[in-house]
């Protein structure tokens, strides 16, 4: 599976962002997905993910209340909304996909794309 991620770029604080990944396949269905970052000198960590079917989420505490995660079966494609943005949250934004499970950490996963750079200035 390739994922091709789009939609980031610099804002100011309290704005808005709305990332997207489209994956190659059309069993794209059968992959949890998930949206990871990785700020400089930092690990990658996960944000949000969802489930095959969208009906279960996860995010981390750092975000909730202000990050969406959401797919589209139809389109192949998940999105990250992001919200209310904090310099904190500067990062490279990964999208990544596990087949038939929802990701947890890095390890479990089994594609990425290519990340988008999101920038929050203060």
């Known amino acids: 599976v390739q994922l091709q991620a789009s939609g980031g770029g610099l804002v100011q604080a309290g704005g808005s962002l709305r990332l997207s990944c489209v994956a190659s396949?059309?069993?794209?269905?059968?992959?949890?997905m998930g949206w990871f970052r990785q700020a400089p000198g930092k690990e990658r960590e996960i944000v949000a993910a969802?489930?095959?079917?969208?009906?279960?989420?996860y995010y981390a505490d750092s975000v909730k209340g202000r990050l969406t995660i959401s797919r589209d079966n139809a389109k192949n494609t998940v999105y990250l909304q992001l919200n209310n943005l904090r310099p904190e949250d500067t990062a490279v934004y990964y999208c990544a996909a596990r087949i038939y499970r929802v990701p947890s950490t890095a390890s479990e996963v089994n594609y990425w794309g290519q990340g988008t750079q999101v920038t929050v200035s203060s």
């Open positions: 396949r059309s069993t794209y269905s059968m992959y949890g």
């Open positions: 969802i489930s095959r079917g969208g009906d279960n989420t």
